[in-house]
């Protein structure tokens, strides 16, 4: 039996819950002008609108929608793979899945009412629902490609997410003055139903698709970011002066003397964080001194609330986009080397084990000695080349690893988990193409900063905690019972043999795995089915790094809750009220959260964006490889893989290997079988591949077996199997010509 017609299914959904819509037979509904279909396709239709809980049969076989009194309001979240998540408001916060089917001309943010499927979940699967309505769009604009339609233009979007075309009305820009296939954004009109065409005015002209710049403005339309600032948030900034007079200074400690340096990655586009370090006896005192924003960032001001809109920086592939104004960021507040600067110092003391002693807070004056970055840094702890950094700091350096290597030793003894996943660099030409791909590098100096960094954070924290003020905290909450289900049974589709069920599970099974190929595939895994962090007024602690208490301070130039702890912690210092109350924080903290998911995602794509982009000009080249790949799952028709290099990830489909025959897939083994129980791959194996096809739109990438001679494209391979068809044919004419030549004689 066929499955009924979609169109059919929302067609009989709307009319029957229609005020007024009286109970009728299904041979009724058929005949009503409004639904137009055959009796068969009406009872179909009505027994799919039964199983999801959407209509229901009562006396006399006559169909009413289904009452959904716990209809519930969400934000709904869209993969890239088609299917919805609906999150739920506090405090219940449950999650929902939404068939790809009912996600319609819904989008990513909004605000919809969905009702809860009478279908119960499997084991380890997340409640179903269906979406009623479309309560608030959170995007108001859209960026794609304009289409000159036969009736009506419209706009294909640009984010894969979205799967519904926009139709454009002739209001605003006329769309004939732009070419078609050219870039443009629309600003949406009032929601409409999931099942109906979004309707849209076009506001503004990108350019052509292949001009340099135009598929990260599509981006940033489309996550809702906005490069420049308002002339009166610019001027505000420009009004401040960058060297500190008498009276910003007075009041301050002074540690212009002290060894204070800073450590970042060498294309940073902000110092925020500086650090010393000093013997006491057999311990040390350890200074983390970060710019101290909040003098020059007052509440309600301008340029605070311009901050506060932005919630954070956002660094994509090709560009920064600030928090503050380019000049507060890169020179004011930035702790460059060799100038005075202010900030906000925590002093800690430790002990010989690293144990922390007692902790100091305030605001001061720093004149960096130097501006290190990891790279630099990584060569002197190896010992590769010690002259590029001066060598007045080299005992520092040195003191530093040994105390941020005792430190990570602690805090992984303690039950941190590390997770840690390489990042991609991508380098791009003057105008936006990607010329290389790499690994980001120094993991010893990177290190070194972020166990000062982490304990900064802890000590402000505790600080805030036990003065019993409203406070932000960096909170991590304990997968749910579901996510441990789930997080188990995808490191066991992995081939691996041990239940991750509690966090000594996890830490049992990252020693197994670390340093081999399946390390990252594992990782990955694992960090999928973890709660995401969050900022809170309740001090829950942070599971992935084992801290009862944890907070963010550390980056006030591009984070705007570290500019609030640091208001807090001032009030604090002086002795004053406390700067916000529980219920500000409260929606400060939700539309933090809310930003911060959105940059992340948005600094995601852009390198996904440009990596596709690498591999496509690459195969116009004809560079299609070898490139080495690692086996991260394996599927029923192939085998994921991901490039050891660029963690580009594609798919080898089984019809492009060179042995034929069948093959078995054991997926809770990781593994591929061939003939007499031959294993032929395995989770973790690193197989050389060629780029067979690069599909930007939909965002794929496609893989075949490297042969040294041989290897083709997708449309190579497509084209030799037309001519092989051919040649089939042809062949195929000849011998049946020569069985008709056999026959005639045999007669």
Same mark, same amino acid.
């Given at each position: 039996?066929? &499955?009924?017609?979609?169109?059919?299914?929302?067609?009989?959904?709307?009319?029957? #819950?229609?005020?007024?819509?009286?109970?009728?037979?299904?041979?009724?509904?058929?005949?009503?002008?409004?639904?137009?279909?055959?009796?068969?396709?009406?009872?179909?239709?009505?027994?799919?609108?039964?199983?999801?809980?959407?209509?229901?049969?009562?006396?006399?076989?006559?169909?009413?929608?289904?009452?959904?009194?716990?209809?519930?309001?969400?934000?709904?979240?869209?993969?890239?793979?088609?299917?919805?998540?609906?999150?739920?408001?506090?405090?219940?916060?449950?999650?929902?899945?939404?068939?790809?089917?009912?996600?319609?001309?819904?989008?990513?943010?909004?605000?919809?009412?969905?009702?809860?499927?009478?279908?119960?979940?499997?084991?380890?699967?997340?409640?179903?629902?269906?979406?009623?309505?479309?309560?608030?769009?959170?995007?108001?604009?859209?960026?794609?490609?304009?289409?000159?339609?036969?009736?009506?233009?419209?706009?294909?979007?640009?984010?894969?997410?979205?799967?519904?075309?926009?139709?454009?009305?002739?209001?605003?820009?006329?769309?004939?003055?732009?070419?078609?296939?050219?870039?443009?954004?629309?600003?949406?009109?009032?929601?409409?139903?999931? =099942? #109906?065409?979004?309707?849209?005015?076009?506001?503004?002209?990108?350019?052509?698709?292949? =001009?340099?710049?135009?598929?990260?403005?599509?981006?940033?339309?489309?996550?809702?970011?906005?490069?420049?600032?308002?002339?009166?948030?610019?001027?505000?900034?420009?009004?401040?002066?960058?060297?500190?007079?008498?009276?910003?200074?007075?009041?301050?400690? =002074?540690? #212009?003397?002290?060894?204070?340096?800073?450590?970042?990655?060498?294309?940073?586009?902000?110092?925020?964080?500086?650090?010393?370090?000093?013997?006491?006896?057999?311990?040390?005192?350890?200074?983390?001194?970060?710019?101290?924003?909040?003098?020059?960032?007052?509440?309600?001001?301008?340029?605070?609330?311009?901050?506060?809109?932005?919630?954070?920086?956002?660094?994509?592939?090709?560009?920064?986009?600030?928090?503050?104004?380019?000049?507060?960021?890169?020179?004011?507040?930035?702790?460059?080397?060799?100038?005075?600067?202010?900030?906000?110092?925590?002093?800690?003391?430790?002990?010989?084990?690293?144990?922390?002693?007692?902790?100091?807070?305030?605001?001061?004056?720093?004149?960096?000695?130097?501006?290190?970055?990891?790279?630099?840094?990584?060569?002197?702890?190896?010992?590769?080349?010690?002259?590029?950094?001066?060598?007045?700091?080299?005992?520092?350096?040195?003191?530093?690893?040994?105390?941020?290597?005792?430190? #990570?030793?602690?805090?992984?003894?303690?039950?941190?988990?590390?997770?840690?996943?390489?990042?991609?660099?991508?380098?791009?030409?003057?105008?936006?193409?990607?010329?290389?791909?790499?690994?980001?590098?120094?993991?010893?100096?990177?290190?070194?900063?972020?166990?000062?960094?982490?304990?900064?954070?802890?000590?402000?924290?505790?600080?805030?905690?036990?003065?019993?003020?409203?406070?932000?905290?960096?909170?991590?909450?304990?997968?749910?019972?579901?996510?441990?289900?789930?997080?188990?049974?995808?490191?066991?589709?992995?081939?691996?043999?041990?239940?991750?069920?509690?966090?000594?599970?996890?830490?049992?099974?990252?020693?197994?795995?670390?340093?081999?190929?399946?390390?990252?595939?594992?990782?990955?895994?694992?960090?999928?089915?973890?709660?995401?962090?969050?900022?809170?007024?309740?001090?829950?602690?942070?599971?992935?790094?084992?801290?009862?208490?944890?907070?963010?301070?550390?980056?006030?130039?591009?984070?705007?809750?570290?500019?609030?702890?640091?208001?807090?912690?001032?009030?604090?210092? !002086?002795?004053?009220?406390?700067?916000?109350?529980?219920?500000?924080?409260?929606?400060?903290?939700?539309?933090? !959260?809310?930003?911060?998911?959105?940059?992340?995602?948005?600094?995601?794509?852009?390198?996904?964006?440009?990596?596709?982009?690498?591999?496509?000009?690459?195969?116009?080249?004809? &560079?299609?490889?070898?490139?080495?790949?690692?086996?991260?799952?394996?599927?029923?028709?192939?085998?994921?893989?991901?490039?050891?290099?660029?963690?580009?990830?594609?798919?080898?489909?089984?019809?492009?290997?060179?042995?034929?025959?069948?093959?078995?897939?054991?997926?809770?083994?990781?593994?591929?079988?061939?003939?007499?129980?031959?294993?032929?791959?395995?989770?973790?194996?690193?197989?050389?591949?060629?780029?067979?096809?690069?599909?930007?739109?939909?965002?794929?990438?496609?893989?075949?077996?490297?042969?040294?001679?041989?290897?083709?494209?997708?449309?190579?391979?497509?084209?030799?199997?037309?001519?092989?068809?051919?040649?089939?044919?042809?062949?195929?004419?000849?011998?049946?010509?020569?069985?008709?030549?056999?026959?005639?004689?045999?007669?």
């Amino acid at each position: 039996m066929n &499955d009924p017609s979609p169109s059919l299914v929302h067609r009989l959904h709307d009319f029957l #819950r229609r005020a007024g819509s009286r109970p009728m037979k299904a041979h009724d509904l058929a005949a009503h002008p409004e639904i137009g279909a055959s009796a068969r396709d009406v009872r179909q239709a009505l027994r799919e609108l039964e199983r999801t809980g959407k209509a229901k049969k009562i006396r006399g076989n006559r169909w009413v929608e289904a009452q959904a009194p716990d209809r519930v309001a969400g934000r709904l979240l869209i993969t890239f793979s088609g299917y919805g998540i609906v999150i739920t408001d506090p405090p219940d916060s449950a999650e929902y899945f939404i068939p790809p089917s009912e996600i319609g001309s819904c989008m990513e943010g909004d605000r919809v009412e969905v009702s809860p499927a009478a279908v119960r979940p499997r084991a380890g699967q997340k409640q179903e629902a269906h979406l009623i309505r479309v309560v608030e769009r959170k995007i108001k604009q859209v960026a794609g490609k304009l289409v000159h339609g036969r009736y009506y233009a419209y706009v294909i979007p640009g984010d894969p997410r979205m799967r519904s075309t926009l139709h454009v009305s002739e209001a605003g820009l006329p769309p004939d003055s732009i070419p078609d296939g050219d870039i443009v954004v629309v600003a949406l009109d009032e929601p409409v139903s999931p =099942d #109906r065409s979004q309707t849209s005015r076009l506001i503004q002209h990108l350019g052509a698709p292949g =001009d340099p710049g135009v598929d990260m403005q599509m981006l940033m339309a489309n996550r809702g970011i906005v490069q420049a600032f308002e002339p009166g948030v610019v001027d505000a900034a420009q009004a401040i002066s960058p060297t500190p007079d008498a009276s910003a200074i007075a009041g301050r400690e =002074d540690l #212009r003397d002290w060894i204070i340096l800073t450590i970042d990655p060498s294309d940073a586009k902000d110092y925020d964080d500086a650090i010393s370090l000093t013997r006491t006896g057999d311990g040390w005192e350890l200074g983390v001194h970060i710019a101290d924003v909040s003098h020059f960032v007052t509440p309600g001001s301008a340029i605070d609330t311009e901050a506060k809109n932005r919630g954070n920086s956002v660094y994509m592939v090709d560009r920064f986009v600030p928090m503050l104004p380019k000049y507060l960021t890169s020179e004011v507040c930035s702790l460059r080397a060799s100038v005075d600067r202010l900030a906000y110092s925590v002093h800690m003391t430790l002990d010989a084990d690293g144990e922390l002693e007692s902790v100091r807070t305030g605001r001061s004056v720093i004149h960096s000695k130097a501006c290190l970055n990891y790279d630099q840094v990584q060569r002197f702890l190896s010992g590769e080349d010690a002259a590029e950094i001066p060598e007045s700091l080299h005992p520092t350096l040195r003191a530093m690893d040994k105390l941020a290597t005792r430190l #990570r030793r602690k805090r992984m003894a303690n039950g941190s988990i590390d997770l840690s996943l390489p990042e991609v660099v991508c380098t791009l030409d003057d105008q936006g193409t990607p010329i290389s791909l790499k690994r980001r590098g120094a993991a010893q100096a990177y290190h070194l900063i972020e166990e000062f960094m982490l304990l900064a954070n802890c000590a402000v924290a505790e600080r805030i905690r036990a003065a019993g003020v409203p406070g932000v905290y960096r909170i991590h909450e304990e997968p749910s019972e579901d996510q441990w289900a789930q997080m188990n049974l995808d490191v066991r589709n992995l081939g691996i043999a041990q239940d991750v069920l509690s966090r000594q599970g996890i830490d049992q099974v990252c020693a197994l795995v670390r340093d081999t190929p399946q390390e990252y595939a594992v990782n990955l895994a694992i960090l999928k089915n973890f709660k995401r962090a969050i900022y809170s007024i309740e001090c829950l602690g942070h599971f992935g790094l084992a801290f009862d208490c944890y907070t963010h301070f550390t980056s006030p130039i591009r984070r705007y809750p570290d500019l609030l702890v640091h208001r807090i912690l001032d009030r604090l210092d !002086t002795r004053r009220k406390p700067a916000y109350s529980a219920n500000e924080l409260e929606v400060l903290c939700l539309h933090a !959260t809310e930003t911060e998911r959105n940059a992340q995602a948005a600094e995601q794509e852009s390198l996904e964006i440009k990596r596709l982009q690498f591999y496509q000009l690459a195969l116009q080249r004809g &560079d299609i490889g070898p490139y080495p790949a690692l086996v991260v799952g394996v599927a029923a028709k192939g085998l994921l893989l991901e490039l050891v290099e660029s963690l580009q990830r594609g798919f080898l489909s089984f019809d492009t290997l060179p042995r034929s025959g069948h093959y078995r897939v054991a997926r809770d083994q990781g593994r591929v079988y061939g003939g007499q129980s031959k294993v032929l791959f395995t989770v973790g194996d690193v197989l050389d591949v060629a780029i067979a096809k690069v599909d930007e739109g939909k965002r794929q990438v496609e893989f075949v077996p490297w042969k040294r001679e041989g290897t083709r494209s997708a449309e190579g391979r497509e084209k030799g199997k037309r001519q092989d068809r051919g040649k089939s044919r042809g062949q195929g004419a000849g011998r049946n010509a020569a069985r008709g030549k056999r026959s005639r004689r045999s007669r």
